[in-house]
C-alpha cells in the first residue's frame, strides 16, 4: 500500500514534503503566540479545504454548502460535551456520523433525480441555509443564542477533552491535515479515485464502462462531509462558542472552498498551499494597511478580491500546477 | 505609486512572514514593568457591526486628552485593531496585540468576538475591560482577567422591566396586554430568554399576549407588524438592531397601527443617530430603558463637550459612553497597580472604585466573577428628534409625554 | 385569526413577490442564455440601489425617474462586463465562473463600502409611508406601485424577446447554442446583449427597491440567493416563471410568518426550493433540462 502511495513521486517532491512537514513540526518552539494563531487558520482552511476537494476535485461535485457540514460536526460534539459532559474523542464519532447522513441524504436526493452542475451547487446552499434557520430555533443548541463550551483554566492540556493552550490545537490540526494528505493520495491512487477521475470527465463514459456512477459519487459527499466535520469539532473545541449564524453562513462555505480553488483543484497540495497563500494575504494586507495608515473600511477586501480576480483569470487550474512544474516536482506516470 | 509602494511592502511583510516561520523570530513577549500603559482595542470597524465599532472607536479616540482632565495618567498608548465583525478574526487579532505587547484589552461590542477575545486574554494573563457585550455566559466561565462594564442581558432586562412600572405610574396609563416583538439573534434570545424568565417573579401590570421573533436578516417586516397589529395589543416591546428599528417604525406608520405606548426594554435602534436621520418626525415618543450617561454628571458633561467639538454631526450615545469608561477603567487601574504586569493590573480592576464617571448608576466596581453590578438603566425617550432622560426624575431633561399621538396627526 | 388579516397578510406578500420577480427576471434571462450563474447578480441590484440614493440625495429625483437613466448604466456595465470578463469563462468550468463572479461581488460589494459607508439608507420620498385602503384591505401605496411597474418591465421584456430581431436570435442562441453558430449568429456578442439586458432588469429593480428596503454595502448575497431560489422555483429562462416564483415565494414566506414563527419564514422558501429541484427540477413553468 505504501509503495502504491508513493509511487512516482518524484524524490525531489519527498524531500521537499519531509521538509515541510519538519517545519510544521518544529514551528510552534520558535514562532511567537500570534504566527502560531495565524498557522491554526493555516491548518484548518487547508484540513477542510482538501475534505471539500474530495468531492469537487476527484468526483466532480461542486459544492458550496460546506459549512453545512462543518456546523454540524461542530454542534454535535459541542452539544454532546456540553450536555453529557461527553469528551470529543468519542463525540467525534457522532458529528462524523451526523454528518455523513447529511451529506448522504443531500447525496441521494440530488443524484437519485439527476441533479448536477449549478443544480447541484444551489441544492447545497439551499440545505446550509435551511440548516441555519432551523438551528437558530433549535432549543437543544440553545438556538440564535449561541452554544458556550464550558471553558476551564488553561493551567494544563487535557488533549483528553480538547481542553489546553493553542499549541495543543496546532498539533491536533496538524496531525489531521498530514492523515487527510496521506488519505487522500491512498483514495487517489486506488480503483476508487480512477472511477472519481472517469466519472468527473466523462460521467456517461463512466456509466457505460460498469461503473456505478450513483454509488461512487454518494461516497465522495460521505467522505467529504465526515472530513469537514471533523474539522467543525476542532472549531467548536479551539473557539469555545457556536452561533448559528457564523458557523453555517454562506460566506463561510465560501471561504472554505477559496483556498482549495486558488491553490489547485483535484491536486493534493493545492488546498495546502491555498489556505496558506489565502491566510498569509489576508493577514499580510491588513499589516500594511495599518503600517501604511491607511485605514479605509473594503480597502482591503478590495484588495483581496482584486488579486482573487487576478489568480482565477490567469492561473485557471490554481498556483499549484504552475509551481509545480517550475520547481520539477511533475510526478511521472 | 500607492500600489507600487503597496505591493512592495506587501512583499516585504510575505517574505517577513516566511521568514518567521522559517524560525528566525526572537520568541519573546516583552512585559516590562513600569513602562506605558500599552491598550489594545478591538473593535468591529467593518463588516456588517461597522456603524457600531466606528462609534465606539469614537470614544475611545477622545481619551487620550480627556483623561488627564480627571486627574489620570495621559501617557498610555492605544493600539487599535478591527475584528472585521468576525469571531476568527477577533481571536488572531487579540493574539496579535498581546504579541505586541498590549498590557490591556479593551473590546469588543459584540458576544461572541469578546467571548473569543476573553479565552486569549485568560490563557494570556493579560486583563480584558469588556466595553459592550450582553450575553451572561462570559463572566460566567470563572475567567480572571475578563472584567465588564456593561450589563448582561438579565440585568438590561431586570433595570428595564423595573423602570417599566415607574413608567406606567408617572404617565396614568398601564397597559393590560403587551406584544413583545424580538430580532432572533444573539442579544435578541438573550432578552427574550431573560424576560420570559423574569415577568412571572416581577409581578408587571400587563400580559404578554404574543411574542414574535423575526430573523436579523429580515428585509421587510410588514407581516410581523400586522400580526403584531391584529392582537390589539396596548402596549409594543421591541427587541431590536438599528436597521430593523427603522423598518419596524416605517411598517407601523403603514399599517397606521398606534399602540399606547412603544417602550424597549433595553435594545439599541430607537437612540441612534441613523434613526432619527432617517424616521424624522415619526421618530418620537419611541422610548427605550437602557443605561446611558448621565447628563448631570460633571465628568459626562466635560467629555460631551469634547466630543461635540471633535464630532460634530455625531451622536453622544451609550456605545461611545461605555468605551470611554473602558478606557478610564484601565487606566485607572493602571495608575493604581504602578506596573502593567498582567496580574498587578488584574488585582487593581478588581479593586476598581470608580464613583465619578460617565454612565448613570453606582461606581465602576466589580465582582468576583469580573462583572460591574453598580450599572443602572435610564428611561430615555425620543422628543425633538434626541433622546432625552425622562427617568428617574433626579436626572431627567425632559418630561414624559405619553399615549402616542397619532401617526397622522404629527 | 380574523379573515381580513390574512388577505393583507396575502396581498402585501404578493405585491412584494412581484418585486422580487423582476429582480430575479433579470437573472433568470442571463441565467437563461449565457449558462452562467452570476454570483454578483445582488451587487449589481446593490450599485443601483445606490445611484438611485445618489440621484434622490442630489438631485431630489424620484426612484422611479431615476429608474431609466440606472438601467442603461447598468446595461452598459452589465455589456462591459460580459465583453471583458465572462466571455473567456464561459467554457470554462462551473467552479471557476463561480470564482469570478464571486471575486467581482466582493470588489463592488467593498468598493461601495468606501464610497458611501457602512450605513444602511434609503429614499424616503413623500409619498413612500401612504397607504390604500381598499375596502377591508390596507395596502401599502408604494408596493403597488413597485409591483406596477415590475409587471410592466416584465410584458416590457417579453414583448422583445418574443416580437423583435434580436431577441429571438437570443432566444435562438439559448436553445441551440451550435444551430446558433452555424447559422452565422455573432453569439458573443448576443450573450454580451443579454448580460446587458439582464442587468438593466436588475437595475431597474435595484432603483425601485431602494422605496421599500435599505441598502446596506454588504447586503448583495441575500438578494443573490433569494434571486436564485426564485428563478429555479419559476422555472430556469422562463420570464413568467421568475414572475411566478416571486409570487410564490413572496406569498409562502407572509403567510408562513403569520401561522408560524416569523423569524424561521425564509425556511419555507428554501424548502420550497428543495421541493422544486427534487420533483420538477426544471422549475414550475421551465422546459425539460
Known amino acids: ?333 | 505609486m500607492t500600489v507600487k509602494l503597496t505591493r512592495r511592502q506587501f512583499a516585504a511583510g510575505t517574505a517577513a512572514s516566511a521568514a518567521l516561520l522559517a524560525g528566525t523570530a526572537p520568541f519573546n513577549i516583552v512585559r516590562a514593568q513600569g513602562k506605558k500603559l500599552k491598550i489594545g482595542v478591538l473593535l468591529p470597524r467593518s463588516g456588517f457591526e461597522a456603524q457600531l465599532g466606528i462609534a465606539c472607536q469614537r470614544g475611545i479616540d477622545i481619551t487620550q486628552k480627556m483623561l488627564p482632565a480627571f486627574g489620570l495618567p495621559g501617557d498610555f498608548e492605544i493600539m487599535n485593531a478591527d475584528t472585521e465583525s468576525n469571531v476568527d478574526v477577533a481571536r488572531s487579532r487579540a493574539e496579535k496585540l498581546v504579541n505586541e505587547g498590549a498590557h490591556v484589552l479593551i473590546g469588543a461590542f459584540d458576544s461572541g468576538q469578546s467571548a473569543a477575545i476573553a479565552q486569549v486574554a485568560e490563557q494570556k494573563g493579560v486583563p480584558y475591560v469588556i466595553n459592550i457585550a450582553a450575553a451572561p455566559q462570559i463572566t460566567e466561565q470563572g475567567y480572571k482577567y475578563v472584567f465588564r462594564n456593561f450589563p448582561t442581558a438579565p440585568m438590561l432586562v431586570r433595570n428595564g422591566l423595573v423602570l417599566m412600572k415607574s413608567v406606567f405610574e408617572k404617565s396614568g396609563i398601564t397597559p393590560k396586554t403587551v406584544v413583545f416583538m424580538h430580532v432572533n439573534d444573539t442579544f435578541g434570545q438573550a432578552m427574550q430568554k431573560g424576560i420570559s424568565a423574569m415577568l412571572p417573579s416581577l409581578d408587571m401590570p400587563f400580559k404578554v399576549v404574543e411574542t414574535i421573533a423575526y430573523d436579523p436578516q429580515a428585509k421587510d417586516l410588514s407581516v410581523e407588524v400586522a400580526k403584531a397589529k391584529a392582537t390589539g395589543a396596548e402596549m409594543l416591546m421591541p427587541v431590536t438592531r438599528i436597521n430593523d428599528a427603522i423598518l419596524l417604525v416605517r411598517e407601523m406608520v403603514k399599517q397606521r397601527w398606534e399602540p399606547k405606548i412603544v417602550m424597549s426594554p433595553g435594545a439599541p435602534g430607537f437612540y441612534e443617530n441613523q434613526f432619527y436621520r432617517t424616521l424624522g418626525k415619526f421618530s418620537n415618543y419611541m422610548i427605550t430603558n437602557v443605561p446611558w450617561y448621565n447628563p448631570r454628571s460633571a465628568v459626562t458633561q466635560k467629555v460631551l463637550d469634547e466630543f461635540t467639538k471633535k464630532y460634530k454631526n455625531e451622536m453622544f450615545e451609550l456605545n461611545v459612553g461605555f468605551s470611554f469608561e473602558a478606557v478610564m477603567i484601565a487606566v485607572d487601574a493602571f495608575a493604581r497597580a504602578k506596573s502593567t504586569d498582567g496580574k498587578a493590573l488584574a488585582d487593581a480592576l478588581r479593586s476598581t472604585n470608580i464613583k465619578e464617571h460617565v454612565i448613570a448608576g453606582g461606581p465602576i466596581t466589580f465582582d468576583a466573577k469580573g462583572q460591574n453590578p453598580n450599572i443602572i438603566s435610564v428611561t430615555l425617550q425620543n422628543l425633538d428628534q434626541r433622546p432625552k432622560v425622562v427617568l428617574p426624575l433626579d436626572i431627567a431633561e425632559d418630561n414624559l409625554a405619553l399615549p402616542l399621538p397619532s401617526w397622522s396627526k404629527r | 385569526m380574523p379573515i381580513e388579516l390574512i388577505a393583507n397578510v396575502a396581498v402585501q406578500g404578493i405585491l412584494t413577490g412581484l418585486v422580487y420577480g423582476l429582480m430575479a427576471l433579470g437573472l433568470s434571462v442571463i441565467f437563461g442564455v449565457v449558462r452562467v450563474v452570476n454570483f454578483a447578480h445582488g451587487e449589481m441590484m446593490t450599485i443601483a440601489s445606490y445611484a438611485a440614493i445618489v440621484a434622490f440625495g442630489a438631485w431630489n429625483i424620484d426612484p422611479l425617474l431615476a429608474m431609466v437613466p440606472i438601467a442603461v448604466i447598468l446595461f452598459a456595465i452589465g455589456y462591459v462586463l460580459q465583453k471583458a470578463l465572462i466571455n473567456p469563462f464561459i467554457n470554462r468550468p462551473e467552479h471557476s465562473q463561480f470564482i469570478l463572479l464571486a471575486a467581482v461581488a466582493i470588489i463592488i460589494a467593498n468598493t461601495l463600502l468606501m464610497i458611501f459607508g457602512p450605513d444602511s439608507r434609503n429614499v424616503l420620498v413623500d409619498y413612500a409611508l401612504d397607504s390604500l385602503q381598499i375596502g377591508p384591505l390596507l395596502v401599502d401605496k408604494v408596493r403597488v406601485i413597485t409591483a406596477g411597474f415590475a409587471c410592466l418591465i416584465a410584458a416590457g421584456l417579453f414583448a422583445f424577446f418574443k416580437f423583435t430581431r434580436t431577441g429571438r436570435a437570443i432566444r435562438a442562441c439559448a436553445d441551440n447554442h451550435l444551430g446558433a453558430l452555424v447559422v452565422g449568429l455573432d453569439v458573443k456578442k448576443l450573450y454580451a446583449l443579454t448580460f446587458g439586458i439582464g442587468s438593466a432588469c436588475v437595475g431597474a429593480a435595484g432603483a425601485m427597491m431602494t422605496l421599500l428596503i435599505d441598502v446596506t454595502p454588504n447586503v448583495g448575497p441575500v438578494f443573490t440567493l433569494q434571486a436564485f431560489v426564485i428563478v429555479i422555483v419559476g422555472g430556469l429562462g422562463s420570464m413568467p416563471g421568475a414572475l411566478l416564483g416571486g409570487v410564490l415565494i413572496g406569498l409562502s414566506e407572509a403567510l408562513a410568518g403569520l401561522f408560524f414563527v416569523p423569524s424561521a419564514k425564509s425556511m419555507f422558501a428554501v424548502a420550497i426550493l428543495i421541493l422544486v429541484l427534487l420533483f420538477r427540477p426544471q422549475g414550475l413553468l421551465g422546459r425539460k433540462i
Open chain 1, 1 to 333: 500500500m505504501i509503495s502504491r502511495m508513493l509511487d512516482g513521486v518524484p524524490r525531489r517532491a519527498r524531500a521537499l514534503l519531509g521538509l515541510l512537514l519538519a517545519v510544521l513540526l518544529i514551528a510552534p518552539l520558535v514562532v511567537n503566540p500570534y504566527i502560531l494563531s495565524i498557522l491554526i487558520l493555516v491548518l484548518y482552511f487547508a484540513y477542510t479545504g482538501q475534505a471539500w476537494n474530495v468531492m469537487m476535485g476527484f468526483a466532480g461535485q461542486l459544492s458550496l454548502g460546506h459549512s453545512l457540514y462543518v456546523g454540524v460536526g461542530a454542534y454535535a460534539a459541542a452539544a454532546i460535551y456540553t450536555h453529557y459532559g461527553i469528551g470529543p474523542w468519542a463525540g467525534i464519532w457522532a458529528s462524523i456520523a451526523i454528518s455523513v447522513l447529511c451529506g448522504l441524504f443531500i447525496g441521494f436526493l440530488a443524484f437519485r433525480f439527476g441533479i448536477s452542475g449549478v443544480y447541484f451547487a444551489l441544492l447545497t446552499i439551499a440545505f446550509a441555509e435551511f440548516t441555519r434557520v432551523g438551528f437558530d430555533h433549535f432549543p437543544w443548541v440553545n438556538g440564535s443564542g449561541g452554544l458556550f463550551l464550558p471553558v476551564e483554566e488553561y493551567a494544563s492540556n487535557d488533549p483528553l477533552n480538547l481542553r489546553g493552550a493553542p499549541v495543543m490545537f496546532y498539533y491536533f490540526l496538524l496531525a489531521i491535515t498530514v492523515l487527510a494528505f496521506l488519505f487522500c493520495r491512498w483514495l487517489l491512487t486506488g480503483r476508487i479515485g480512477y472511477y472519481w477521475l472517469a466519472i468527473r470527465e466523462e460521467p456517461e463514459a463512466a456509466q457505460t464502462l460498469g461503473i456505478n456512477v450513483f454509488r461512487y459519487k454518494m461516497l465522495a459527499v460521505a467522505i467529504s462531509a465526515g472530513m469537514t466535520a471533523l474539522g467543525g469539532v476542532f472549531y467548536a473545541f479551539y473557539y469555545n462558542n457556536l452561533f448559528p449564524e457564523q458557523i453555517f453562513s454562506m460566506s463561510r462555505s465560501i471561504e472554505l472552498i477559496l483556498g482549495p480553488i486558488i491553490g489547485g483543484i483535484g491536486s493534493l497540495f493545492g488546498p495546502i498551499l491555498g489556505a496558506f497563500v489565502l491566510t498569509v494575504l489576508a493577514e499580510g494586507l491588513s499589516e500594511i494597511m495599518v503600517t501604511l495608515g491607511y485605514d479605509i473600511p473594503g480597502f482591503k477586501q478590495v484588495f483581496y478580491g482584486i488579486c482573487l480576480l487576478l489568480v482565477i483569470v490567469y492561473l485557471p487550474h490554481g498556483i499549484w500546477p504552475p509551481l509545480r512544474k517550475r520547481l520539477g516536482l511533475e510526478s511521472k506516470p
